[in-house]
């Protein structure tokens, strides 16, 4: 029983390890997401003007920028100043025909 349940343990750390890796190298390739989404994101705009997320990551740029990615394009939150994507929906026509209500693809799109 002794060894099964060292066994045991070697594979939650195992698994705990590799989460750790991966939660890092999601953070790292967010750092090359930051420069693709600069038109569209500015994490000091984006805390500063979502309470709830300020309260939630702070500063945090990597959490906000992944909040961004993740929820907040879908969502239609306003990532920067310069940026608005339902004045940018309703300015275009074309675009709303054929994206609808795909929030996502009107940021890929002025990108």
């Not at 045991?8 to 939660?23: E, G, H, N, R, Y």
């Not at 310069?82 to 996502?104: T, W």
Request: aromatic share 14%; proline share 1%; charged share 20%.
């Amino acid at each position: 029983m002794v060894l099964t349940m060292k066994k045991l343990m070697t594979k939650i750390s195992t698994l705990l390890f590799m989460a750790v890796i991966m939660f890092t190298l999601t953070l790292s390739a967010q750092a090359s997401d930051a420069q693709v989404f600069a038109p569209v994101f500015d994490s000091t705009y984006y805390a500063e003007n979502n309470a709830d997320l300020k309260a939630l990551f702070g500063t945090d740029e990597a959490l906000l920028l992944h909040h961004f990615l993740t929820c907040g394009m879908a969502e239609g939150r306003q990532g920067c100043e310069e940026f608005n994507v339902q004045i940018y929906r309703e300015s275009y026509a074309d675009l709303k025909a054929a994206y609808g209500d795909d929030l996502i693809s009107y940021y890929l799109h002025y990108i």
